[in-house]
């Protein structure tokens, strides 16, 4: 009985959607960090333990604000603390952290290789400026900062992208070099091959003849598009070294 009645509590805090009053949410925070007993973000709101926490908390609410505010308001601020201590428990478990710390990770991978783009975009002369549009950020060689020293930056190689392409990357770095007066910061290249897949429209100079599966004649600037195998790394240089 008393679990339904949580999961009723619960059920009421989800399907609103107004803003509870401020004066209560920092009423019942200094409560909760007073009382001797606090919410266990381990367990379920219906445990024994929660449920006299609980109890504790809108007993003291209601005795100072009540009939300011109602009894229904009271149970979801209180039920909102709750899962605030629900909410930091579940934040700190290794699973989400690492999954968090790996989806950050990706996303500054991600803003590193969209700043490439658009500066070596602005290095291209009028002639490279359209083989570059051709191309998008996903040709650019995933880099992050080294966890030792953030003055190196770590790249994984992109095991599909033509050599030619790679050479005018070179290139265009050159040119920013030679424009700023000093060396761009020093990169190491990762034993570790980059596991983005393959662009699956690209033009024919871009990729490795060898990841190229079918060819289909596409109208514009010398502009091909490319069906690709989904090939791992380790597999498709097993396959080149046996031919």
Known sequence: MQDKVYAQESSSVKSKQTRLPKVLTSAVKGLHASAENQFDGSKLYGDKHNADVATYLKLELSEEYEPDYSDAVIRRVVYRCYESKRRMHNDGQPSRTSAKQENERKNKIRNRQRQLYVRRMKLCKDKEKRFWSEIN???????????????????????????????????????????????????????????????????????????????????????????????????????????
């Open 137 to 243: 950020e996903k040709f650019m060689t995933e880099e992050e900062s080294d966890e030792e020293d953030p003055n190196v930056f770590v790249q994984h190689k992109l095991y599909w992208r033509s050599e030619r392409l790679t050479k005018f990357i070179k290139k265009l770095d050159k040119r920013d070099e030679t424009a700023k007066g000093q060396p761009r910061k020093k990169r190491v290249l990762s034993t570790a091959f980059s596991d983005a897949p393959t662009p699956k429209v690209a033009p024919s100079w871009a990729v490795a003849p060898a990841y190229i599966v079918m060819v289909k004649v596409k109208t514009g600037f010398h502009c091909l598009s490319f069906l690709w195998l989904r090939i791992s790394p380790v597999n498709k240089m097993g396959e080149l070294n046996q031919q």
